[in-house]
């Protein structure tokens, strides 16, 4: 179901569409635990992108990217066995890396805006950096990566993990990503990794024509679900998705 939203936009209402996030997963093989950050942790990642392939993604460049980033280079050592699980995990501060299947099917997402699909996508705007993980998987599908952080810890945290990287089309921010960030709009795509219970308005400002938002957004009872908003020459079309869970979206840089 489709409707055009009333800003703030809020899920009071609203009907779902699309897949539930409570249907199982089809059973996959146990993935050997890479052993810390010496062992060469590709077969793991590849037996990952498997199991995201059988759980529904499909788009071959979010395989591509999700299968070349090295997750457990993100987290903190003693977390690096549980890396490639399907799982979120802890990055300080009381925030966490969003489950590899949620990175990817929220990728594969944005690529499904109008302007990714008659081009490639272009500028994407992250709201919520945290250990950076999920900016470079987005730096390998998107032209250039636009990610803010209000934490000043994750902010460098994140600094540091990319450094090695050495993607030239990332850049970080730190600052309230409430405000979205005006440096790079407008956005072919922005993804926040943080849900509050309503959307600002901001973000589908930035929003360029043909351009798609997905973010988690909390309904009355505070259960998140996942909203995709697309930005057409008529105005705003949203979409709710399925159950989700994220770290709150809070104000203010701290
Ligand atoms: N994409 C991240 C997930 C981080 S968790 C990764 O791959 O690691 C969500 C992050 O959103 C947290 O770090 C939290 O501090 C941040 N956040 C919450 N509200 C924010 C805001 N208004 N602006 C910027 N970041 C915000």
């Keep these: ?10 899920l009071d209402g609203l009907q779902r569409q699309g897949p539930s ?3 199982a997963a089809p059973a996959a093989p146990a993935a050997p635990m890479p052993q810390g950050m010496g062992l060469d942790s590709a077969a793991v990642r590849a037996r990952m992108v498997q199991r995201l392939a059988a759980g529904g993604i ?10 070349a980033v090295e997750r457990h280079r993100f987290v903190d050592s003693a977390l ?3 890396a490639y699980e ?10 966490t890396i969003s489950k590899p299947s949620v990175v990817a099917r929220m990728a594969q997402l944005l690529l499904g805006a109008e302007c990714a699909r008659v081009g490639s996508l272009g500028r994407v705007l992250e709201i ?17 990566v636009y990610t803010i952080e209000r934490l000043r810890a994750l902010h460098e945290k994140a600094r540091d993990n990319l450094r090695p990287l050495r993607l030239a089309n990332v850049h970080l921010i730190l600052g309230d990503g409430m405000l979205g960030y005006a440096g790079g709009a407008p956005y072919a795509g922005i993804i926040a990794a943080a849900g509050g219970d309503a959307l600002p308005q901001t973000w589908c400002e930035q929003l360029a024509i043909g351009g798609r938002l997905v973010a988690p957004l909390a309904g009355p009872g505070g259960q998140q679900s996942l909203l995709v908003i697309d930005r057409g020459a008529q105005g ?19």
């Excluded at 250990?131 to 032209?143: I, K, M, S």
């Excluded at 705003?236 to 701290?254: D, M, N, R």
């Design 80 to 82: 690096a066995n549980q």
């Design 21 to 23: 996030m409570t249907k």
């Design 86 to 95: 399907d799982t979120s995990l802890p990055i300080g501060l009381a925030q």
């Design 1 to 10: 179901m489709q409707r055009r939203p009333g800003f703030p936009a809020r």
């Design 128 to 144: 919520g950096t945290g250990c950076g993980y999920q900016a470079a998987v987005l730096a390998r599908l998107a032209r250039e």
């Design 58 to 67: 499909d788009a071959p460049q979010v395989l591509q990217a999700m299968g």
């Design 236 to 254: 705003l079309t949203q979409t709710v998705l399925e159950s989700v869970h994220f770290v709150p979206l809070k104000s203010g840089i701290a």
